[in-house]
């Protein structure tokens, strides 16, 4: 063997057999014998018998590494389940018929705006941002009902009167410049709704249908010849105000309804602060028993 102090190589065993160990070391089995050494210690780490004795297994480690992945995985889930229990699925605004319709009386508010009332106006500002309010507080209450269902509640609200204060503007509109506003058995009223449309773009093109029909039988009926100034005068805005006027009722109704349910629900089921209660409540009882 090699002597790592002297640097000489000594005799492998009792028989002088040098040779034999320069004949290994030349085949390039003496790192194969130091290898055989380490494999063997490193087989006392493992479920076999070695040299005939029996050698312990260290699956100590492994076992608490798999208590450990246990526990974790256990706590993920237990996480995940209290947050399902505590935080309500929430969010889904833009599937609400309630939000869809207030999103179409913005985008018709802003082109009945730009064409009917004085850009210098702050009746233009006013019916824009009421508008726009009903649209944003319906999201913004939606959204904050994950931990507010008060929040949620007081801003469909907040929803329900902005567009009450943008009726009132179309009704003025109306009421000033001697238009007719429509009543409950007016047939266009009905033919609106059923119509169901989903973009500014397909009501103005309803709206343009329907103008063209009334002047066709304004001129038919009528013996004079100052018609040519009705259209633009007096039939296309009296359409327009109307047709908007319709779709913000069918919106406030169903923000009256949508209130309601969450009135409902908050008187049932509690708010977000109950909630927090009681999990912390359970979590606790659940940690004194085990």
Partial sequence: MFNRKSGQRGHCGPGGQSGRTDHLEHTGQVDQIGCNEHLAQDELLQPDVWQGRQVLKPRSISS????????????????????????????????LKSFQLSQLVYDITVRFCERYIDKYSRTKDQMIQAA??????????????????????????????????????????LRQRCLEQWDYSNPLRQELINQRFKT????????????????????????????????SSKIYPELSANSALLLITVACSLLD??????????????????????????????????
């Fill in 200 to 231: 500014a773009d397909e009501v103005a093109q309803w709206i343009i249908t329907s103008a063209h029909k009334q002047f066709n039988t304004i001129v038919n009926s009528s013996s004079t010849s100052s018609t040519s100034s009705i259209l």
């Fill in 132 to 173: 726009r309010s009903g649209v944003q507080n319906i999201a913004e209450g939606s959204q904050a009902s994950a931990t507010s269902k008060k929040t949620e509640l007081k801003l469909t609200q907040v929803a329900r009167a902005s567009l009450e204060e943008l009726k009132l503007d179309y009704e003025d509109f």
């Fill in 257 to 290: 309804n949508q209130v309601k349910r969450l009135a409902m629900d908050f008187e049932n089921e509690g708010g977000f602060t109950e909630k927090l209660y009681k999990v912390r409540t359970s979590r606790k009882a659940g940690v004194y028993n085990g």
């Fill in 64 to 95: 608490s590494n798999s208590t450990q992945s246990t526990q974790s995985t256990q706590s993920t889930q237990s996480t995940q389940s209290t947050q399902s229990t505590l935080i309500p699925r929430h969010g889904g605004y833009r599937k």
